[in-house]
């Protein structure tokens, strides 16, 4: 149902990017820049694609401990159980949310959502997807009290929901609102790297929680907000936005000489390091001055990247669609292919020539296997004309590639944020 949700949802939150995209044009205030969107975007669908396979995980336990755990069972027609369900997922978000800036191994998986250097509604949908491995840790109490699993599944929606709107510039101060809820306002101080504003305002839908554990702040007109990580990404890389801060946990405590430094770098604060790697490995201090990372594209490589995504994201409402009708294997296929595809799109958009290589492959692959086999993914037969349209779709490609990035020097390499 929640995978379901979030797909019926998406034409919604196109339609808000798109409004908040004029508005911003309108008032010559405009938040979004070409890669970092498509980024944030092609992030929030690998999202989706390992949430297809987790889900199961995280609601899969919640179920066995209502099951076999809980105290009580709360009944599921009940106006109390409800609201009272999403007051508690609420509060267990803030300290999953605070916790994820807190603790290293936690952070490796937050720190997606904060790596944009822009705000605004594709922001919202910039998401890990890693999240789901640990983050059912932080819902327990709620099964343990006998919360049904519907309830729990539909107060996690309207929870996840509510926190879109508040991604935009475009909404300023809102009085008591402000003060009570989350709202666009004290949600851009979240996004901040400014000292002042760093590590705070934690809540989902009630900011209350900040006030009552002392992690409140107010957006300070004399303070603009300055938005990004302390480590900035400077890639438009997926995978490697995904699993940066992995990398670093997983060399500091590989090479850490003490045994306790090697588990210690795990549950510590981001940015700590045992002293004999951080003599290795020195940080590179934070200028909060830095350029904001934008390699440059002309707009036939923008309008190349844009057709590629936008078919991958078709394509991935389908496979969200057919997931659970198809094997395991075919599914692992399917994704892969998808998130191969999003892959190669980053590291044109970074102008790199090996992956005009890769997009090559992968589009006389892709026309090649639904010739040999009359199939898309899942056993879906084509009839000819589709296996037609797909052949001329990447034979167009492929032409519009060389044309595109035949001279397109390389501007910037992902390993180099390292």
Known sequence: MFQKIITLATPVFFLLIFLELGVGLLRKKNTYRFSDTLNSLSLGVYSQLFGAFLQVLRVG???????????????????????????????????????????????????????????????????????????????????????????????????LLYQFWVHTEQIGRLGWFDRVFVSPSNH??????NDIYLDKNYGGILILWDRLFGTYIDELEHEPVVYGTRAPLQSWNPIWANIEVYKVIWRDAWHARRWSDKVKVWFARPGWHPEDVAATFPSTPFDIAHPVYEPPLSRGEQLYCLA?????????????????????????????????????????????????????????????????????FGNVALPFAAQAAIAAFAVASLVALWLTFKRAPAAHAHLSAQ
Do not use: K
Not at 65 to 92: E, K, M, N, R
Not at 188 to 193: E, G, K, N, T
């Open 61 to 159: 336990i919640y179920a066995w401990l209502f099951q076999h755990v809980a105290i009580f069972h709360l009944p599921a027609d009940s106006i109390w159980t409800w609201v009272s369900g999403l007051l508690l997922y609420d509060l267990c978000y803030y300290w999953l949310h605070r916790m994820g800036h807190e603790v290293n191994v936690l952070w490796a998986a937050h720190v997606v959502h904060h790596q944009s250097e822009r705000y605004n509604l594709s922001t919202a949908l910039r998401q890990t997807s890693s999240d789901l491995l640990l983050s059912w840790i932080f819902y327990t109490p709620l099964a343990i009290l006998g919360y049904p699993v519907e309830v729990f599944a539909v107060i996690a929606l309207i929870d």
């Open 188 to 193: 851009r101080v979240h996004h901040a790297v």
């Open 308 to 376: 590629q995504f936008t078919v991958t994201l078709l394509v991935t409402t389908h496979f969200l669609d057919a997931y659970p009708r198809i094997s395991a294997s075919e599914a692992a296929g399917y994704a892969l292919w998808l998130g191969a595809g999003l892959w190669i799109v980053g590291g044109l958009l970074e102008r790199r020539p090996a992956y005009i290589l890769c997009e090559a492959v992968r589009l006389v692959a892709t026309a090649a296997g639904v010739w040999a086999s009359g199939a898309w």
